[in-house]
């Protein structure tokens, strides 16, 4: 049974979020704060990890979920305009975190999970090669960690505290809202519907 266009996620649910970003004085050290920034976060990563299992169950074909994918990116992504500064950039950390969530899951839906390294391996290398301002191959190892995530590995966040902050850790932070949203996909849309 293949899924009706939009069941995934919709331009209209992204801008919902935004304009309540829009609407609540946002304060990065708060904890409601975070905690919507987080949520936002995990509801895409939730769209995307809804995507991967309907293409592991046979419901949709390898073609409908790199459509889905690509749909879905190209709304999250896009450029946000925001009169509020901070709030831009607290929307541009999201999108920063998000970008290797969409090339984990197309990677994964094209080629199947890598399988050179642990999960844990690819985040290290990953840290090496933002050092040597290798970019491209760091995008390239952390989505690769995101597909050993989306085929079940489990990445421990501490890994993180190895690593200088820069890119690798926005993206491994959006590796995190992955791996919750594999285990629980529920969780931002239906949290009052536990299952039985």
Same mark, same amino acid.
């Given at each position: 049974?293949?899924?009706?266009p939009?069941?995934f996620?919709?331009?209209?649910?992204?801008?919902?979020?935004?304009?309540?970003?829009?609407?609540e004085?946002?304060?990065?050290?708060?904890?409601d704060?975070?905690?919507?920034?987080?949520?936002?976060?995990?509801?895409v990563a939730?769209?995307?990890?809804?995507? =991967?299992? &309907?293409?592991?169950d046979?419901? *949709? $074909?390898?073609? %409908?979920?790199?459509d /889905?994918? #690509?749909d879905i990116? +190209?709304?999250?992504?896009?450029?946000?305009a925001?009169?509020?500064?901070?709030?831009a950039m607290?929307?541009?950390?999201?999108?920063t975190?998000?970008?290797?969530?969409f090339?984990?899951?197309?990677?994964?839906?094209?080629d199947?999970?890598?399988?050179?390294a642990?999960?844990?391996?690819y985040?290290?290398?990953?840290?090496?090669a933002?050092?040597?301002?290798?970019?491209?191959?760091a995008l390239g190892? =952390?989505a &690769?960690?995101?597909?050993?995530? *989306? $085929?079940?590995e %489990?990445?421990?966040? /501490?890994? #993180?505290?190895?690593? +200088?902050?820069?890119?690798v850790?926005?993206w491994?932070?959006?590796?995190?809202s992955?791996q919750?949203?594999?285990?629980?996909?529920?969780?931002?849309e239906?949290e009052?519907e536990?299952?039985e």
């Amino acid at each position: 049974m293949s899924a009706p266009p939009e069941e995934f996620y919709s331009d209209e649910r992204w801008q919902n979020w935004l304009d309540r970003i829009r609407e609540e004085e946002i304060d990065p050290e708060d904890e409601d704060s975070a905690r919507l920034l987080l949520n936002l976060q995990d509801d895409v990563a939730i769209a995307v990890a809804k995507i =991967v299992t &309907a293409y592991d169950d046979g419901d *949709i $074909d390898e073609e %409908e979920a790199l459509d /889905e994918l #690509t749909d879905i990116r +190209e709304v999250v992504l896009d450029e946000v305009a925001f009169e509020n500064d901070e709030k831009a950039m607290l929307i541009d950390g999201v999108q920063t975190s998000l970008v290797c969530v969409f090339y984990a899951a197309e990677q994964y839906v094209a080629d199947g999970p890598a399988d050179e390294a642990a999960v844990e391996e690819y985040v290290v290398e990953a840290g090496r090669a933002e050092e040597a301002e290798d970019l491209d191959s760091a995008l390239g190892l =952390v989505a &690769a960690a995101g597909t050993r995530i *989306i $085929d079940g590995e %489990e990445l421990d966040m /501490e890994v #993180t505290e190895e690593l +200088e902050y820069g890119l690798v850790t926005e993206w491994v932070n959006g590796l995190d809202s992955l791996q919750s949203a594999m285990s629980d996909p529920e969780v931002v849309e239906e949290e009052d519907e536990a299952d039985e």
